[in-house]
Nanobody, 126 residues
Framework: QVQLVESGGGLVQAGGSLRLSCVVS????????MGWFRQAPGKEREFVAD????????DYADSVKGRFTISKDNAKNTLYLQMNSLKPEDTAVYYC???????????????????WGQGTQVTVSS
């Protein structure tokens, strides 16, 4: 069965860095676009970044552009999110997700993703 497992979250001071990982199994990783989303307490889930199945195009929310980098390692079946210059407003549970369409384009719309990880908590202190 399809599984997505995130790791790498934690507590970090403002200005620090974290790298999130999402290990996938149960399907051919390099045939699906992937995305990262986050949800802060009391807020709706929001788009963070996505990457095409071929890894040649990425997209970022304005709030993280220039600070976060999404990437994937097909040999390791792993999606990454490198987060630098973290701010307290980045505090949230971060989720990785798989796009629903085989070879489909990634999307900022969460309903276009069919499988999700359990989430990893990122807390940035001021």
């Amino acid at each position: 069965q399809v599984q997505l497992v995130e790791s790498g979250g934690g507590l970090v001071q403002a200005g620090g860095s974290l790298r999130l990982s999402c290990v996938v199994s149960g399907y051919t990783f390099n045939r699906r676009a992937m995305g990262w989303f986050r949800q802060a307490p009391g807020k709706e889930r929001e788009f963070v970044a996505d990457i095409t199945w071929s890894a040649d195009v990425t997209d970022y929310a304005d709030s993280v552009k220039g600070r976060f980098t999404i990437s994937k390692d097909n040999a390791k079946n792993t999606l990454y999110l490198q987060m630098n210059s973290l701010k307290p407003e980045d505090t949230a549970v971060y989720y990785c997700a798989r796009i629903g369409r085989l070879y489909g384009d990634p999307s900022r719309r969460d309903w276009e993703y069919d499988y999700w990880g359990q989430g990893t908590q990122v807390t940035v202190s001021s």
